[in-house]
C-alpha cells in the first residue's frame, strides 16, 4: 500500500451507466490528481485539485465530473462514458510542488 | 508544451546486468520524478530529482536540469525490477501538472 487508496480495483459498466471512483490519501498532502492511462499512451493529466479547489481541467469531456469534498478525498463520477474512455484510471497526491507524487494503485475500468 | 522523450522504448537484460535509461526534455522544469510501473499497473515513486544525483540501494538517478536531462541507472537487475519506468516533469512556472514520457518498457529475464 502506497498511502493512495483507490476502489474499486476493477469496474466494468455500460454506456448508460452512472458510477463513481474514490480515492483517499492519509499522507498529509494537499494536492490531488486523477490521470488516464490508455494502452500505449504515456499517461494524460485530466484533473488537478490544490487545497480542495480545481486549478486544472485538462481539456476532459464533461461525461467526466471530478469532486473533492476535502484534502484527503477525491471522486471521479462517470455517466454516459464511451468505450473508448475504458483505460486504467490513477489517482495521484503530493504536497503541492514540492517533492514527490504518490499514486494509488489505479481503477481498471471497462465500458461495454 | 514541454515534450518528454524517453529511451530505449524497449530493453531486455540477463538478470545481473547493468542498464541506463534517459529522459530527454525541451523546457526549463522544477520537479522530475521517475516512477517504476508493475505489471498490476502499481506506479511506485522512485526519485524526486529536479537536479543532482541520488542512490537507493541498486537504483540511482542523475539530472543534469541545465542540458534538460535525467538518466536512471539500474544496476545488478532482478526479475522483479521489469516493468515500465517513466519519467514525468512539471515546467517551471507551469502549476501542478506533471506530464509524462511514453516509459521504457523493462523485461529482467533469468
Known amino acids: 500500500e502506497t498511502g493512495v487508496t483507490q476502489t474499486p480495483r476493477h469496474l466494468v459498466m455500460g454506456m448508460t451507466n452512472k458510477k463513481s471512483l474514490k480515492c483517499e490519501q492519509h499522507l498529509g498532502h494537499n494536492a490531488m490528481y486523477w490521470y488516464k492511462q490508455s494502452a500505449k499512451k504515456p499517461l494524460e493529466l485530466m484533473f488537478v485539485y490544490s487545497l480542495e479547489e480545481r486549478v486544472e481541467n485538462n481539456s476532459v469531456p464533461s461525461r467526466f465530473s471530478p469532486e473533492c469534498p476535502n484534502s484527503s478525498h477525491l471522486f471521479l463520477h462517470l455517466h454516459t462514458l464511451q468505450p473508448e474512455d475504458s483505460a486504467l484510471y490513477l489517482c495521484a497526491s503530493s504536497h503541492d510542488q514540492k517533492g514527490g507524487y504518490t499514486f494509488g494503485s489505479g481503477t481498471r475500468l471497462t465500458v461495454v | ?110
Not at chain 2, 499497473?41 to 544525483?53: D, E, K, R, V, W
Not at chain 2, 541545465?66 to 507551469?94: H, K, M, N, P, W
Open chain 2, 1 to 110: 508544451g514541454i515534450q518528454v522523450e524517453q529511451s530505449p522504448p524497449d530493453l531486455i537484460l540477463q538478470e545481473g546486468a547493468n542498464s541506463t535509461l534517459r529522459c530527454n526534455f525541451s523546457d526549463s522544469v522544477n520537479n522530475l520524478q521517475w516512477f517504476h510501473q508493475n505489471p498490476w499497473g502499481q506506479l511506485i515513486n522512485l526519485f524526486y530529482i529536479p537536479s543532482g544525483t541520488k542512490q537507493n540501494g541498486r537504483l540511482s538517478a542523475t539530472t543534469v536540469a541545465t542540458e534538460r536531462y535525467s538518466l536512471l541507472y539500474i544496476s545488478s537487475s532482478q526479475t522483479t525490477d521489469s516493468g515500465v519506468y517513466f519519467c514525468a516533469v512539471e515546467v517551471t512556472g507551469g502549476g501542478n501538472k506533471l506530464t509524462f514520457g511514453t516509459g521504457t518498457q523493462l523485461k529482467v529475464e533469468l
